[in-house]
Every structure is written in C-alpha cells, then in structure tokens.
Nanobody, 122 residues
C-alpha cells in the first residue's frame, strides 16, 4: 500500500486547511488510519485516528476539538480538517495505515506516506 498525503501549505493563525491521504496499491478500508505530525526538533506526535469503518474517531489532546478526521473508503482516501490553527501546529503531517483497533502508536501502523508540510504563521 502506498500513501500520498497532500494539502499542506502556509496559513495564518486561526485559519484552516484540509489534508488528504490517498491510498494506492491496496485497500485501506480494512485498517485503522491515522495522522501523525513531527515538528522540527520534536518527537513524532499522534494527531488523529479513525477506525476502518469510520464509525469511531480519536484525537490527540492538543488537537481535540479543532481537527476532524474522516474517510471515504470508496475513494480510498482519509481526510484531516484542520481548523483554528496555531503556530504550534506547524509540522510535517504524515498519514499512516495498516493498524487495527484504536491505535495511537506509530509502530502499530504498517504503511506510511511521505508527509505534507503545514506552516502556521502568527
């Protein structure tokens, strides 16, 4: 499974972006899928995850209430809506899939995309 993340860019604080993660070479509809992020000099951080059916979504504490994850299994695509962005949200955002259940740890995910950069200016 190959993942292609897109939608990153430069946005002012308080603004919004929508990230997309498109899967190819296999289906992601049987896996939990998540977004992680990594800021310069910091460890990778879990952002949001969604179960294979889309019935359940779960979030990291720092983004809960501001970000929304969703999926369209017919399009093999997972989205991350980023609202009320803050400068501390600046990071490379990665999508990952291949986990089961409500996985929050990177090693639980088998497949990773290349990342898309989100920069939030103050």
């Amino acid at each position: 499974v190959q993942l292609q993340a897109s939608g990153g860019g430069l946005v002012q604080a308080g603004g919004s972006l929508r990230l997309s993660c498109v899967a190819s070479g296999g289906t992601v509809s049987i896996y939990a899928t998540a977004w992680f992020r990594q800021a310069p000099g910091k460890e990778r951080e879990f952002v949001a995850g969604i179960t294979w059916s889309g019935a359940s979504a779960y979030y990291g504490d720092s983004v809960n209430g501001r970000f929304t994850i969703s999926r369209d299994n017919a399009k093999n695509t997972v989205y991350l809506q980023l609202n009320s962005l803050k400068p501390e949200d600046t990071a490379v955002y990665y999508c990952a899939t291949g986990a089961t259940g409500w996985a929050r740890n990177g090693p639980e995910y088998k497949y990773w995309g290349q990342g898309t950069l989100v920069t939030v200016s103050s």
